[in-house]
Each structure stands twice: as C-alpha cells, then as structure tokens.
C-alpha cells in the first residue's frame, strides 16, 4: 500500500455506483470528504481528502481493498468472520447486518479464537480449504459493543454514525477450514434454529456469501468464481442458523453456533 494520488474517477467503468467504481484491472473508492482508494491486482493507492489522516480510510484498507484484490487475481474471500477452534477454523457468514461481527465476538467469550472480521479469504491448498488472518479491528454496531462493555473506539463506515472499531486479540496465522455457518435472519421464523445444507442450498450459500455485491463475477470472472465455490462447496461443511428478526436473544444464536462448531465433520 502507498499513500499518493488516484485517479478522481475510472475510465469506461463497467460498473460505477458514485462511491465505487469497477473496471477489468481495477477499483476505485470515493468516498466523500474522507478520500479515495485506487486498487490493482499489485497495487493499493490511499489518497486522504484535504484535512483527513489515513487512519479514517482504515476500513477500506482492511475490508475492501483485500477483498478487491483477491478478486482482480481471480482468488476469492467469504464475507464472513471466523474463529478457531483446536485446529480448525469455523467461518461465521452473512450479508450485511446479520450479525457476523457479534457472533465472533460473542464466540471469543466463550473461549474460541477470533482470527478475522467480515474477510475471509479461502484458498485450496492440494484441495484443502485454508484460511487466513491479519490484525485488524472488528467492526461492532453501538448495540453489540454496549453488550459487550467495549467503548472509546474509533468510528468506521461510510454511514453517519458507522460502527466501532474494536481492537480484540485475534490468533493469524493459515488455518485449515472445517465449516461455514450462515447467519440468516428470517421474518417468518418463531425460534432459533440450526440446519445443515446440502446439494444446491450449499453451494447457492457459497456463492451468496462471495459474490453479494455481484462484484466477484463480474467482467468475465463468473467461471473462476463458479469453480472456486464448487470445490469449496464439495470440502467442507455447510450450515444454516435462522433466526427471528424480532425478539431473538444473541445468546440462543450463540449456543446453535456452538452446537454446529462440536459437531461439523461428524
């Protein structure tokens, strides 16, 4: 990464939705009044706005520039979280709000390591799935983070308000993975409950769990993607936890988490 400038918009973007822009070979973040991140296959650019430090891009620099990367090199991430658990580790996956970054913070209560926030790159190692972490901050809603008693972090986010940064002890480190757990929050649901995926529920979650933003199959990228899901799809175990959207308790969520964690692989 280099701080220095980036281009104010991309030539023929094949997709541009005034915050970003996509075009073959490359990404561009504007972000207004915080600055602009400009990122290749090789390279990620940071242009701070006038008056603005580098610590307020820190979100784009540890969320979207590593995704972005891994997709210009044909080489995907899960949205998802993850901790560890002997030797494995267990992804938490969700869009936006599902409540992947309080789930593992929940789960590093309860004694499980947290090796990453929201990133989580996957790569076949000899066709073993194998994940890996960096340190940066998780990411908590001012809900979870009162919970938690976690205060005086920073704000992150393109929102007015954001979320915290939460500087919380993580492992790194490759690890192999065992699982991957979807949050999924249902308006028709009464309980908590877990299921395990099979056939195309499995692999439809994968993909979900990749490619949200259409961002990861996008300028002719589809069948990489669509090979990298299928053989992920086909190495580990997949599961399901659905939730209410109203009157559900974290801790309920948490214990069917723990439920899949002892018994994925069985």
Known sequence: MVVGPTPSSLANPTRDEGFMQMAPGEFLAII?????????AQRVTIEPAPGHELAEMGYLVYGWAPTWIRILRQEFALHASAVVAGEWAFAVMGFSGAGKSTTATALTRRGYHLLIDDVLPVDLVDDVPRVHGWIRPVHLTDEAAAHFDIRGEARVGVSPLGKLAAELPSV??????????ELWPDASATEVSAQRLVGGAKMQAILNNANGSGLASADGRAPSLFEW????????DVYRVTRPTTGWHLDT???????VIGTAGD
């Open 172 to 181: 790194g480190g490759s690890w192999p993975l065992r699982a991957a757990i």
């Open 32 to 40: 207004d009044d915080v600055g602009r991140m400009h990122v290749t």
């Open 229 to 236: 899901s299928t053989r992920l799809a086909q190495r580990i």
């Open 253 to 259: 969520v948490v214990e069917q988490v723990i439920g």
